[in-house]
């Protein structure tokens, strides 16, 4: 599925995630979680495993989509929230509820712990997931710009400090 949401988004050559990669970084539910209920906190995040995904599952039990997201911090509400990084559902079970229905157990974790919001981006040309988003109550930031350092850009940015 992962392969799926990179062809999706135009980045079929950027994805470098393998089956073994994402196990070894990403905290799944445990088998025999229902698809019905967000993931519970039964495996613990840590710094080389910082992300949780959940997959929702079809009426065939196939999965058809999947919401990757971890933990961030808002300093003006002093709380902790959820970063979605990646929502995806399956083209062929789009339009079934299951992109909301994945939100909403994400929105469910957030008022659980207390926390201060839902936050996630979405590419510019992605009309129908910008439609999708504020058809839900999303709002779009766009006094925001993201900002990415990556590959030798890190090294030479650790390197300004010596």
Not at 75 to 91: N, Q
Not at 147 to 161: F, I, P, T
Request: glycine share 6%.
């Amino acid at each position: 599925m992962i392969q799926a949401l990179a062809d999706y988004e135009h980045e079929s050559e950027a994805n470098e995630a393998t089956g073994a990669l994402l196990d070894a970084t990403i905290a799944f539910a445990p088998d025999g979680v229902e698809s019905t209920a967000a993931a519970p906190n039964t495996e613990p995040i840590t710094a080389t495993r910082p992300a949780r995904c959940l997959v929702l599952f079809n009426e065939h039990d196939e999965p058809s989509g999947i919401a990757i997201y971890f933990y961030n911090y808002s300093t003006w509400r002093a709380k902790a929230g959820i970063y979605l990084e990646d929502l995806f559902v399956r083209p062929s079970d789009r339009k079934k509820g299951y992109g909301k229905r994945l939100l909403a157990e994400l929105a469910k974790e957030v008022i659980a712990m207390n926390g201060g919001r839902l936050d996630w981006s979405v590419l510019k040309w992605n009309e129908p997931s910008i439609k999708f988003y504020e058809s839900i109550g999303a709002n779009a930031m766009n006094e925001w710009v993201g900002m990415r350092v990556e590959r030798d850009g890190l090294s030479k940015l650790a390197s300004l400090s010596d």
